[in-house]
């Protein structure tokens, strides 16, 4: 969708650009001017604009965060993964950023956030609308940043991911080929993303925001299958050599037990690449075939 109602190329900072950030500054750069921040910008994007800055350092991010911009994506990955990790990422740098902002007001806020703040542990569809009052520290900081998002003056939309896979988020297949995942059976429910997909909905929102289309203020964005872990397991068992599992192998997710429903994003329009587990893991196995032909 091209961006319409602006006299010229929307200006937006994708504060994050890691992996994830600078795949979604990429796409942008087709209808936008995009501003990727990070501490390292060797690894900014190609067409990216590349603003070296620290989101803890607030006399930095006054400097040098570009004026006039008419969206932000904030898409963060804790540099640790406790209290404080979580805190900096999604509270305390965020504050810092905004803060930091002049020129006119952005007209959109995009907030990457995680389905980690729902603690439904019981089989249950979660929304958009479902209760979120994380038990865990880490979760209760995500939702922190959602409400300082929220709070924060500019039109917000809060995108929730669930857990993000595809060629470089390995961890899961690596697991079932190498023998280290042996869930329960049943095992809890399991809800995913592939990166494509994860990336590909935040721009179609965004576009859509800055045409003047009107979006929601919050978006599980999860692919159309929710699935216990052992039968994701099982099927990949059954598409490639695995080893046999290890005396020591994981037996159960990290998330609870819930399925997240995509209704809100299916019907904004959007359209899947990876509709679900088989679609993704499904090209990531035979990746693998490939390779291990050539060895």
């Not at 190329?9 to 921040?37: D, H, K, T, W, Y």
């Not at 997240?260 to 499904?282: E, H, K």
């Amino acid at each position: 969708m091209a961006i319409k109602e602006h006299p010229s190329r929307p200006r937006i900072l994708v504060a994050g650009c890691g992996s994830l950030g600078g795949e979604i500054a990429r796409r942008l750069c087709a209808n936008a001017e995009v501003f990727g921040l990070r501490r390292n910008i060797s690894r900014v994007p190609e067409g990216v604009h590349p603003v070296a800055a620290d989101l803890m350092q607030p006399q930095q991010l006054q400097e040098r965060v570009p004026a006039d911009l008419d969206a932000i994506v904030y898409c963060l990955t804790p540099s640790q993964y406790d209290d404080k990790g979580y805190a900096d990422a999604y509270v305390h740098g965020l504050q810092n950023l905004l803060a930091a902002l002049s020129g006119r007001a952005p007209r959109r806020l995009v907030f990457i956030s995680s389905t980690s703040v729902y603690p439904q542990d019981d089989d249950s569809w979660v929304t958009e609308d479902s209760p979120c009052n994380p038990s865990r520290a880490t979760g209760q900081r995500i939702l922190e940043g959602e409400q300082l998002a929220r709070q924060s003056g500019i039109p917000s939309t809060v995108i929730r991911y669930s857990g993000i896979y595809g060629p470089s988020r390995r961890r899961f297949l690596s697991e079932v080929l190498e023998g280290r995942m042996n869930p329960s059976q049943p095992a809890p429910y399991s809800n995913r993303i592939h990166e494509d997909d994860a990336a590909g909905a935040v721009v179609y929102l965004l576009e859509r925001a800055l045409s003047g289309a009107g979006i929601e203020d919050t978006y599980i964005v999860s692919d159309c299958e929710p699935v216990r872990l052992d039968e994701v397991v099982a099927w990949v068992r059954t598409q490639i050599s695995c080893a046999e599992p290890v005396a020591d192998a994981r037996t159960g997710g990290r998330a609870g037990s819930k399925r997240c429903s995509n209704q809100r994003l299916l019907a904004s329009g959007f359209q899947f690449r990876y509709p679900d587990y088989r679609a993704g893991y499904g090209e990531m196995i035979a990746r693998e075939r490939a390779n291990n032909q050539r060895r």
